[in-house]
T-cell receptor, first 109, second 114 residues
Framework: GQNIDQPTEMTATEGAIVQINCTYQTSGFNGLFWYQQHAGEAPTFLSYNVLDGLEEKGRFSSFLSRSKGYSYLLLKELQMKDSASYLCAVMDSNYQLIWGAGTKLIIKP | DAMVIQNPRYQVTQFGKPVTLSCSQTLNHNVMYWYQQKSSQAPKLLFHYYDKDFNNEADTPDNFQSRRPNTSFCFLDIRSPGLGDAAMYLC?????????????FGPGTRLLVL
């Protein structure tokens, strides 16, 4: 079966750094996406990784290791508005997007 | 601004009463998707259209149907909503269906079944 694992919930402090991990087992791999979803709203695209390594985009960075079936999303200089769920999704060999259940990130002042 | 629009944002229906949710896009994307998302769960793909070609997920109940009359619009019809169908319904689009194609989501319609 296909599976995406991410922690259910994490808590961090405003101004700090947090790393959200994602591990996956899928039939084939055509890239990994990270989306941000605020409560009651639609997911918005954050990043896409298809090659190993780190992609940096402002305060957010995403890392991929295909051999380990592992990715993380790194958020720096956390702001209160970063409180949201972060969804990891992998595109499999059939170009189907397999979604994780999301990590709810709580930011405390 | 190019975008994905869903109407209504909130829909209340009665048990067994047919309901239609709508989605439109100004991105001129080829692919349109309907997802169901329940609280604290991953979005679940119900079906998608590549242009006019309809692709139904194997585990999507027959109670759910879809129509795409043109490139811009796509509808989700729930023929006889049950209490278990209460969820957020997300419409998404992508330019194509390849590996690097990002899906862009509408704001969602939250369905309540009484």
């Amino acid at each position: 079966g296909q599976n995406i694992d991410q922690p259910t919930e994490m808590t961090a402090t405003e101004g700090a750094i947090v790393q959200i991990n994602c591990t996956y087992q899928t039939s084939g791999f055509n890239g990994l996406f990270w989306y941000q979803q605020h409560a009651g709203e639609a997911p918005t695209f954050l990043s896409y990784n298809v090659l190993d390594g780190l992609e940096e985009k402002g305060r957010f960075s995403s890392f991929l290791s295909r051999s380990k079936g592992y990715s993380y999303l790194l958020l720096k200089e956390l702001q209160m508005k970063d409180s949201a769920s972060y969804l990891c999704a992998v595109m499999d060999s059939n170009y189907q997007l397999i979604w994780g259940a999301g990590t709810k990130l709580i930011i405390k002042p | 601004d190019a975008m994905v629009i869903q109407n209504p944002r909130y829909q209340v229906t009665q048990f067994g009463k047919p309901v239609t949710l709508s989605c439109s896009q100004t991105l001129n994307h080829n692919v349109m998707y309907w997802y169901q998302q329940k609280s604290s769960q991953a979005p679940k793909l119900l079906f998608h259209y590549y242009d006019k070609d309809f692709n139904n997920e194997a585990d999507t109940p027959d109670n759910f149907q879809s129509r795409r009359p043109n490139t811009s619009f796509c509808f989700l019809d729930i023929r006889s909503p049950g209490l278990g169908d209460a969820a957020m319904y997300l419409c998404a689009t992508s330019r194509d269906s390849g590996g690097a194609e990002t899906q862009y989501f509408g704001p969602g319609t939250r369905l309540l079944v009484l």
